[in-house]
């Protein structure tokens, strides 16, 4: 039986639907039809996608009378760069798309990431569709509407604001998704729950086995309850200046931590687990909360499976990288800290002498 929930998404004075179901790809066409597109749609998509579910999306648009053409990107983060995009534009002048044309990223957070920004700067803004295949894609980098390609120097260097004409997340495709890249998503989902979603975090640890087989309604509550949230703080916050760093939760130790290994031992969730854990040693550390918090970060994280600990790397290194995130301000350490589950903080300046004890008990030397 078909599964669909809708949730209206607004981020300042736009206002566009997400799409949380099965039995959705097959439907393509009709909700663009529904929500007043149409005309010429260039999907952007990589190989391992396009082999799986390029198919069904192509037959669906057609079916509704769009005429499709498509743009295969290698799959990989190595390619959310400048030369990939110039292809994607390349496409998009062979396929004459039009000021009313339409960009349907479907993939994971690459795509969705490159083509939006094709989207957002092609005849300076055509519409645009993410159709989400990871399940980080569909709870995080499809919502919010930042856009963006890396730079050799640093990631998401080039990029925009922009909202999406609608969001389809078909739940059905996370059957194929890697086991590690299923973790990585829930690591956003698991930080939801602790920064801003008590009810959220209960229901994944009272069905850690429902959520673990893809039970169906399950992923839906889960993924209904993260998006939601985000939607919220992005709604409060477009253009990132307040309120929206608090979903950097486990981010100041995780991007830290990426750039360190260079991007190739962790997967971004990974690298957030340990960052919550590391971020909920520091709330109790300064008082903010009472132990328990850390137990029961240290608990959820690991009963889904994801690292909590970083052995071997340098403190050292590890703080000089948190001091050059671009997103601190005034180069002093910002830290999202929870009081309690489901409540979070911004903290600015967070002296290096503080952060030194909590990355050596995450096993840093
Ligand atoms: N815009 C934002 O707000 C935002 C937020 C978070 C992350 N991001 C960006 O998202 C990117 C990471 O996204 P990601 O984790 O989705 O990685 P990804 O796009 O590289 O996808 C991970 C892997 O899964 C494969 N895949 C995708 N869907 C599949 C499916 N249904 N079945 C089988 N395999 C599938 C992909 O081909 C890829 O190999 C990064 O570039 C990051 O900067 C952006
Ligand atoms: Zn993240």
Known sequence: ??????????????????????????????????????????????????????????????????????????????????????????????????????????????????????????????????????????????????????????????????QPAVVISDLAVLATLDRREFKTGLAEIIKVGLIGDRELDHFLRRERAAVWRLQTTALVEIIRRACSFKARIVNADVREEGCRALLNYGHTIGHALEAETGYTMYRHGEAVAIGMVGAAALSVDLGLAHSDLYRATLELIQAYDLPTAIPGLSAAKLVARMALDKKVKNSEVRFILTPAVGEALIKEGIPPERIYPVLYRLGAV
């Open 1 to 162: 039986m078909a599964v669909e929930e809708r949730l209206q998404i607004k981020a300042g004075s736009e206002e566009y639907p997400l799409i949380i179901g099965t039995g959705l790809l097959a439907r393509t066409g009709k909700i663009l039809k529904e929500v007043g597109l149409g005309g010429k749609i260039l999907v952007v998509t990589n190989p391992t996608v396009a082999a799986l579910y390029l198919a069904v999306v192509e037959k669906a648009l057609q079916d509704a009378g769009f005429t499709v053409s498509t743009v295969l990107i290698p799959d990989g983060e190595a390619y959310k760069c400048q030369s990939e995009l110039v292809r994607v534009y390349d496409a998009a002048v062979a396929s004459r798309l039009e000021r009313d044309s339409v960009v349907l990223a479907l993939g994971g957070g690459v795509i969705g990431d490159l083509a939006g920004f094709a989207a957002a700067t092609y005849l300076r803004g055509i519409r645009l569709v993410q159709v989400p295949t990871t399940l980080l894609a569909q709870v995080d980098s499809s919502i919010g509407g930042k856009v963006a390609v890396n730079h050799r120097e640093g990631k998401n260097l080039i990029g925009a604001f922009y």
